[in-house]
Each structure stands twice: as C-alpha cells, then as structure tokens.
C-alpha cells in the first residue's frame, strides 16, 4: 500500500552537505537517472534560480497570534529583499509552517523536500531543545527568532553540563543554530537591573506558566537580582497550566503573600488572560509594581482593550518605538503598507518582529559574503557577523555562542502610546544589553549559564 | 529445515500470502536506497507505529478491549531509553568494551531495557485494568496514562529522589523532556551515524529487523491457541468463561504482550527522534494507535499496519498542502468520518473485498473472455450507484420526517 507514495520521495534523495560515504554512493547511484533529470542537488542545494528560506512557527493554539507575527514579519523582509534586488541577482522564496503535531517532521520535510538553504523560526524553549538534534543532523544554518532558553546559546559543558548527555544538563549548544532574539538571560536582567535601580531591596512574589519557560525565568531573575546586590524577599512562587482558563487561585495565594512586586513570564494568550484577571482580583491596586517578561505584544494589548492596567512593566525583544532608526522606520513601513488594510492583525510587528526581521537580512548578507548557498560557508559567515540592518541598531552574532547581542526593551504601560489600534503600548522604554563576561560575574554561585 | 517446509510454502493457500510478504520485504530492504532521506524516515516511522498499532490491537481487536492509554508504554520504555543513552551507557563504559560498535549496543540495550520497562509497567497496570470491561477498561487506562504523563511533566521521580538525597531534583527534566544525540559507528572500517536524518539508511535497516522480527513474533501469537481464546474472549466472555477459560487472566496476559511489543515500538520511536517529551505520555498520543486500527480495520491482522500507512501518508499528504495543513485535524476527521461509515473494517476490509473482487473478475475472464469483465465492472458501478442512491434516499426520508413533511 506504500508503493503508490515511494515515487515521490526521489527528488529529496542525496545529500550533497555529506561526504559521500557507501551508502550514499548507493543511494545515489540508485537514483542517479532520476535526479539528475530533476537537477536535484539535495540538501544546500534548492533550486539554481532561487534562495529558499524554510520557517517553522506555532500558528495555531496559544501562540497562533505570536507565530503570525513572526511569519508576516519574515514575510515582509524577503519581499523587501526581492523588490531591491533579491540576494546575489537570485529571487528569494519562503515557505513557513506550522510546528503541527510533529515540529521536527516539519523541519526535515523543509529542509529535504521543499529544499530550504537556511531557516528561521520555532516558536517554543522546548520544540528548539527537543528539535536541536535533528536540527544539527540536517547540517542546514537554523536562526531561532522567537525562543528564550539561554540554554541553546550555551557551549560550557564543563561548567554547566551538556544537556544532551544529563536530564540536569544546562548546555545545549549546536554548531549550526543560530539566534537573533535577546533571550531569558537577557529579559530577566533587563528587569533585575531596572528593580534595583528603581525599588531596591523588595518583597517579590512570582507568577509564571507551569513549563520549563515559566521555572527558568523565575530562577534567572533570582540569579541575577543576587548578582546584582539586591537582597529581595521573595515571598511566593505559583505557576497556573499553560493555557489556563482560571488563574484566580493562583493570582489569590499571591495577594496573601503580599508582595510589594510581582514578577510574571506570561506571554501571548497566557498574559492576556493573566492581566484581565489580575485586574478582577485587584492585584494591580494592591502591589507598586508588575514586571513581565515577554507580554509586551500589540496582539495582547488589542485583546486587552482598557482594561490593561496603566504604569506596570512589561518587556519584550522588539517594540516598535523603542528604536530611532532609518532600518526601524522602513521595517515599520514596510510592515505597515502590507498589512494596512488587514483586519485579523495589527499593522505593527509583534515583539518577534525585529528579531525575524534581522535573521532574513542576516541571511542576505552572509549568502552573499559566502557566495553561494552552501551550508558550511554560510554559517562560518555567520559566525561574528554584524546585522547592519537590524531594526534594533546593528547587532552581532557572537562567534563562540551563536547568540546576537541583541537588546531586549522594557516599557511601561500607557494608553498615551503611539499605537494604531484601540488599546495600550509602552511608553518610556528603556534597552539593554550585557556581556557574556557580566553575565558569567553576575550568575556566579547560580549553577546558570549565561547562554550569551 | 524442519519437515515439510517447501509443501507448506507452495500449497496453494498459503502461495499468494509467502509471495506477498516476500514481494513486501524486497521492497522494504530496497527502499532507503532508491528514496531520499526524507521519505526513508519517514517509511522507518511508519513500520514503527505498524508494529505500535499492531500490538495495541493485540487488546482491541483480538481481546475486544480498547485500551485508551497505551501511549504509556512508549513513555516508559522512550524515558527508560533515552536514560541508557545519556546515563547508563556511558557509566557503564560501554565506549571502552566495544569501540567502534558502542552506539550499535547502545542501541540494542536501549531497546531491550524499555521493552522491558513497559513489560513490567503493563505487569501492574495490566492486572489492575483488567479487572473491568468495555468502557470501564478504556477509562482506567486512560487515568492512569494520564497520572504517567503528569509525573514526568512534573517531574516528581526527580522530586522523590531528591527527597532521598540523590540527585538534584531532576530526572524526567519537566516539560523540555529528554533529548540526546546518537553519534556515530565504526564497524569493519564502515564508519556512519547510527541516526542521521540526513541519511537515515542505517536507523532504518534496523527498524527494519526490530519490524520484521515484532510483526512475525505477535503473528505467531494471535494464530495460536493462545490468539484463538483471545478471539473467544472477544466474542463472548461469558461463554469464554463456562467453556473454562480464566479470561481475567488471559486478558491480563494479553495486557502484558500487547503493553511489552508497544514498549519496542517506543524505544525505536524515542531514538529516531532522538528524544522524548511528556507529550508522547499524553492522551492524543494515545490516540493515535486507536485511530490508525480504526483506519486500517482491527479484525484483520494487517489491518493496523494498513492503518499506520494510510495515517503516516495521508499525514504527509496533508503536510504538502498549507490549506489542508491548517486545518489537518478536520481533513483528517472527515477521512476517519469516511471510513468508519463507509468501509467494513477499514481499509484492509476494503483491499480484501478488493481482492476478491480481483479473483472475480479473473474467472469471469477465464469463462467469457474481456466481455465478461466488461460486465463486471458495470455491475460494480452499478450496484455501488445503487448504494448510493440508498443512502441519499434514506437521508431525504430522515429530513423529511425530521422537518415534517412526510
């Protein structure tokens, strides 16, 4: 009953990234008739007229909203890109899809049928983790542009443990993976460091989604508020399911704790349900002050309509405003006229936007530098490159991590903000940035890795 | 040989089954050279659940109970899998015993020790859930599938342990489950990776022997004695019961071998993808053999691996289209909603009748020549516009009583 299917696998055969080892040899010699009517030239190789870009995002579920962005934000680049020119005189095409049931499937049918030369995308700490191997196997340069795990970006696996080799392993780096996002490390600095400079030593009580996610961001503020000097309180830690219809119980045993601020690391539908009943259980008149990691989205606010709380923290990897540059405002023009007259999204990039914006200019230059679409010389370019066109101000891929020393924006909530729908923005952003070598001082005594 | 083998293989009867499985297995062996990475895996994938959903309905369609839990197996034996390959095997020193062949051991003990974790699970669970019936069955277990599922999404072995003072606290590692790389092999001077994506030919000649060996041992069982009570278990318990059989027991049994066969299935599953997550210990997982044996046709034994090859293809098929794609559960509902409708027992029922069709056709051509077939195929059309029509008829009636026009 399979036979009728086999026919279609033979334009995926071959893998011209492999030393031809016997096997290969065989495999190719088998098919050799076939692909080489078809002009196959396997994995690396696409087409001859065109640059592939695969993307995987989550566009379906809790974080439909946030893959959209990124996808349209990708979208919109290599549009950019064809109109001025496309890369090395070729057209780019990009294919996303949904992380579906089986993210790794995905990866591999862009990567082995559909042909990718590079890819972005993965909306989820643990898809990228549990996808890394296939990821590596594949051989293909992969830029995460949406994923906080500091874990991927962390090569000491003396120091932290390798997480392949461990279940307590904190080191998952992988040679061929690449990130444009600030990630968990980056985002709970940001806030420690504003906390200590704005409230000093307080009682901090912590919300966050029940995974990984939810846990890591917790620990890292933790680390890095201790790093810092600051001797907090901390007075209560609940974690409601991903997803929960109802955080009330967990929003009351917080208020119980009375803390004087709450730490949270709800994103996208999660830290919409979080604030509208956050405001119903009157958290926010009873605290100074609410941080959040990654729920500073134009998606999140234009659900939230008024009831978003005025004057509470919330940060993200990109705001729209954030930026005063000439890449920032033809990003955001660009963005603009294509989505203008949509109604189902905001005609301005989500918090993933600049990061995946970045990754496809990234791309077009080290392609270019490399001259040709092969895996290897691309990400031996990609290594230590500068993304001039960053909407964010250029920012660097660090050589030994793979991590871009990308801010991260944190911003207050305000209904004065510039935004083009009914609802709240941030205001009074501030960006930062750390070091690999602060991040290493700051952590130290944490058993945390930097990831950066 | 043992006697009368060559009789046996060539009777008659028994002629198109040996020529179909060796037709079957020439292909199989075959396959990874003349497909491309992509397809060879995802073909590997396919046997994998084949033999999954084949010992799933070891309990369902030979024992009559349908098990809404069994992703639980792949769960013990994918962790106790991915435990060998990351902790186990290196504490052992496996590296330095055997050299270039370690992954290839590596490999076997992971095999051999998750298969025997979900033996020993479903010894527990099995007698437990056996106690019941029908509903009831499909109930415990799924409960306790789900109480699996949450303890390795929890974490709480790490959180025992840590109790005990070993470890830190972390065993199944949460929800970012376990991953590990599976590197590579020196064998008589062939060097290759055990599981590379790229050129998955290795992994899958394994799969392959683990598929051939696994479909060949659960053929023995349901066509032996032991298969034939199953069977009368199925069909009547009670009477099962008066002819003297303990059908607690052989259920319970049943349990063992079906959870044991689909723990193989989870290990080799676990290490083509090189990991394991809490999901796979979710209820959807354990959807998934159900749903390929209902596709496929539970009362034939080659029904549920007809099943895992319409679900895995149909999968990809749909993954080719992003349209189809968005909306893949409802394609795949409505393809599910089809068969169960249309097609008695699924489609291996329909590749029988099919089958037997062909035979038809053959002596209609031996007795009148191509008018005979001819004629055939018009009465085929023919009485399948007639079904047709039956059923459009019967649901205008229904609508008409329904909106109260008859």
Redesign the interface.
């Known amino acids: 009953m399979s036979d009728e299917h086999k026919g279609h696998g033979v334009d995926s055969s071959g893998s011209a990234s492999t030393p031809l080892d016997r096997r290969g040899f065989l495999a190719a010699a088998s098919t050799g008739a076939t692909a080489a009517v078809a002009g196959c030239s396997g994995i690396g190789g696409g087409g001859g007229d065109t640059i592939k870009i695969g993307g995987v995002y989550l566009l379906s579920g809790v974080a439909q909203a946030l893959g959209t962005a990124s996808a349209n934000a990708a979208e919109v680049a290599v549009e950019q890109i064809n109109e001025e020119g496309g890369i090395m005189g070729q057209d780019v095409e990009i294919e996303v899809r949904d992380h579906g049931d089986n993210p790794q499937a995905q990866v591999r049918s862009l990567a082995q049928e559909y042909g990718a030369d590079v890819m972005i995308g993965i909306t989820s700490s643990g898809v990228t983790l549990a996808s890394a191997p296939t990821i590596e196997s594949l051989g293909i340069p992969f830029t995460i542009t949406d994923t906080g795990t500091p874990f991927i970006t962390e090569p000491d696996t003396e120091t932290y443990g390798n997480y392949y080799e461990s279940d307590s392993g904190k080191a998952a780096f992988t040679s061929n993976m690449f990130r444009t996002n600030a990630n968990t490390s980056h985002m709970t600095y940001g806030i420690a460091k504003f906390v200590q400079e704005e409230y000093g030593a307080m009682r901090v009580a912590n919300l966050g989604p029940n995974y990984a996610y939810g846990q890591q961001c917790w620990d890292y503020f933790k680390a890095y508020s201790e790093g810092l000097g600051v001797d907090h309180e901390y007075v209560a830690s609940e974690y409601p399911e991903l997803e929960a219809g109802d955080m009330t119980p967990q929003i009351n045993s917080v208020l119980d704790a009375d803390p004087d601020l709450v730490f949270t690391s709800f994103w996208a539908g999660d830290a919409t349900t979080f604030i509208s009943q956050a405001t119903e259980q009157g958290l926010f008149e009873q605290v100074e002050d609410v941080f959040d990691t990654i729920g500073a989205d134009p998606t999140v606010y234009k659900a939230l309509g008024d009831t978003t709380p005025e004057g509470i923290h919330m940060s993200g990897w990109y705001w729209p405003t954030a930026y005063d540059n000439e890449h920032n405002q033809a990003f955001l023009d660009a963005y603009r006229e294509e989505y203008q007259d949509d109604d189902t999204t905001p005609n301005i990039p989500g918090f993933t936007g600049g990061s995946t914006w970045a990754s496809i200019f990234m791309y077009k230059k080290a392609i270019e530098a490399a001259g040709s679409t092969n895996a290897d010389d691309i990400i031996s370019e990609l290594e230590g490159i500068t993304i001039d066109d960053d909407p964010r101000g250029p920012t660097t891929i660090q050589p030994d991590t793979h991590q871009a020393n990308a801010p991260t924006v944190l911003g207050e909530t305000s209904f004065d903000a510039d935004v083009p729908y009914d609802g709240a923005g941030l205001v009074d952003t501030r960006t930062y940035t750390l070091t690999r070598s602060e991040s290493k001082e700051l952590l130290d005594g944490s058993g945390l890795g930097p990831g950066i | 040989m043992s006697y009368g083998v060559r009789e046996r293989l060539f009777a008659p009867d028994n002629r198109t089954q040996v020529v179909g499985v060796s037709v079957a297995a020439v292909?199989l062996v075959v396959?990874?050279?003349?497909?491309?990475?992509?397809?060879?895996?995802?073909?590997a994938q396919?046997l994998i659940f084949a033999v999954f959903a084949t010992a799933f309905n070891l309990l369902y369609g030979y024992t009559g109970l349908l098990s809404f839990g069994h992703a639980m197996f792949v769960a013990a034996s994918g962790y106790t899998a991915a435990?060998v390959v990351?902790?186990l095997a290196?504490a052992l020193g496996i590296a330095d015993i055997f050299g270039g062949a370690e992954l290839l051991v590596v490999w076997l003990l992971a095999l051999v020790l998750g298969t025997v974790s979900a033996g020993v699970l479903a010894v527990f669970i099995g007698y437990l859930s056996v106690q019941l019936e029908e509903i009831y069955f499909a109930m415990i277990t799924l409960s306790f599938s789900m109480a699996i599922f949450v303890i390795v999404n929890q974490d709480i072995i790490?959180s025992v342990l840590e109790a005990v003072g070993i470890?830190?606290g972390?065993?199944?590692?949460?929800?970012?489950?376990?991953?590990?790389?599976?590197g590579e092999v020196n064998l008589f001077g062939?060097?290759?990776?055990l599981?590379?994506?790229?050129?998955p030919?290795?992994f899958y000649l394994l799969t392959l022997v683990v598929f051939g060996l696994a479909m060949y041992a659960l053929y023995r069982i349901v066509n032996s004695p032991f298969g034939t009570t199953c069977q009368a278990i199925r069909e009547n318990p009670e009477r099962a019961r008066a002819l003297g059989i303990d059908t607690t027991y052989h259920s319970w049994m049943t349990f063992i071998i079906s959870g044991a066969f689909s723990g193989m299935a989870g290990a080799m599953l676990v290490m083509l993808?090189?990991?394991i997550?809490p999901a796979d210990a979710f209820w959807t997982s354990s959807a998934t053999p159900v749903v390929m044996t209902v596709i496929g046709g539970p009362y034939a034994f080659f029904g549920p691996l007809?099943g895992a090859?319409?679900y895995e293809?149909l999968r990809?098929f749909i993954?080719q289209f992003?349209l189809l794609?968005?909306f893949?559960e409802f394609s795949f509902g409505f393809l599910l909603l089809i068969v169960v409708l249309f097609f008695d027992n699924g489609?291996y029922g329909r590749?029988s009748r099919f089958r037997a069709w062909l035979g038809e056709a053959q002596s209609r051509y031996r007795d009148d020549g191509i008018a005979g077939v001819v004629a055939l195929v018009q009465e085929t059309i023919a009485g399948a516009l007639r079904a047709a029509a039956e059923i459009v008829r019967g649901l205008a009636a229904a609508l008409r009583a329904r909106l109260g026009l008859a």
């Open positions: 292909l396959a990874p050279f003349v497909l491309g990475g992509f397809q060879t895996s995802l073909l396919t435990k990351q902790q290196p790490g470890g830190g972390t065993f199944t590692n949460g929800s970012d489950g376990l991953t590990f790389r599976m062939l060097d290759f990776r599981v590379n994506i790229a050129d030919t290795a993808k090189t990991g997550l007809a090859f319409t293809y990809w993954r992003p794609e968005e893949w489609v590749v």
